[in-house]
């Protein structure tokens, strides 16, 4: 990805944030050269990888296969003495932009339309002896608290103040109709390094064609 796109998909994220009154933390703004003034008391932010997230999972086509995050809080299994054991991001989701088939092994989470557009999404659960494929079996998840049972491939459509609950091993892939929706996840600590499993394997982060100074770090980004 350019990082002109990514800067400018970032400043488009904070007016639609903005616009729902959904409001970030002061630290969404910080330039680089902000970060670079901030020690070690933004530590946690680092080392939990809080803050922008964006990728196109290795596509190239980031409004038809990508998604734009910020994780606002998170755990970290691997950081000494880390006891936070949950996680919460909003994301921007474009309309058709879909993020690509995959479950979780650990985490749990509440996937939470905040406004907007609705999101559609696709569930099925893994299958129970070939985990990399998918079950053929039905399958039970909550909706607002609401016990249900789907079919695999079975579409459930969140309208803005709907929720689902996705529990490990239920294979997921969801886009936004309708217009751009904002959607929230609450759920247990986040591992993007070891807790995603896609379905066809993919790029979690992208590689980035720096032509033009960056106005944002991402995540994975921030100076020592």
């Known amino acids: 990805m350019k990082r002109s796109d990514i800067n400018r998909l970032i400043t488009a994220a904070q007016a639609f944030f903005a616009g729902h009154q959904f409001h970030l933390p002061s630290w969404a703004s910080w330039s680089p050269d902000d970060w670079r003034r901030h020690g070690p008391e933004c530590d946690e932010i680092r080392r939990h990888g809080l803050g922008w997230d964006l990728t196109d999972f290795g596509?190239?086509?980031f409004l038809k296969t990508g998604l734009l995050l910020f994780t606002l809080r998170n755990g970290n299994p691997q950081a000494p003495g880390?006891?936070?054991?949950?996680?919460?991001?909003?994301?921007?989701?474009?309309?058709?932009?879909?993020?690509?088939?995959?479950?979780?092994?650990?985490?749990?989470?509440?996937?939470?339309?905040?406004?907007?557009?609705?999101?559609?999404?696709?569930?099925?659960?893994?299958?129970?002896?070939?985990?990399?494929?998918?079950?053929?079996?039905?399958?039970?998840?909550?909706v607002d608290g609401v016990r249900r049972e789907c079919q695999p491939g079975e579409v459930v459509r969140l309208r803005p103040g709907e929720s689902i609950t996705l529990e490990p091993y239920v294979y997921h892939t969801f886009h936004a109709e309708n217009g751009m929706a904002l959607i929230g996840e609450v759920s247990m600590v986040n591992d993007d390094a070891a807790d995603n499993c896609f379905l066809t394997p993919c790029g979690r982060f992208p590689a980035i064609e720096e032509d033009e100074p960056a106005r944002f770090c991402l995540c994975t980004e921030y100076p020592a």
């Open 59 to 61: 596509s190239g086509e």
């Open 82 to 142: 880390c006891r936070k054991p949950y996680a919460e991001k909003i994301m921007v989701v474009h309309e058709g932009q879909v993020t690509p088939m995959h479950f979780h092994w650990k985490k749990m989470e509440d996937i939470i339309n905040r406004g907007g557009g609705e999101l559609a999404l696709a569930l099925y659960r893994a299958d129970a002896v070939d985990e990399t494929q998918l079950g053929r079996q039905p399958f039970s998840v909550s």
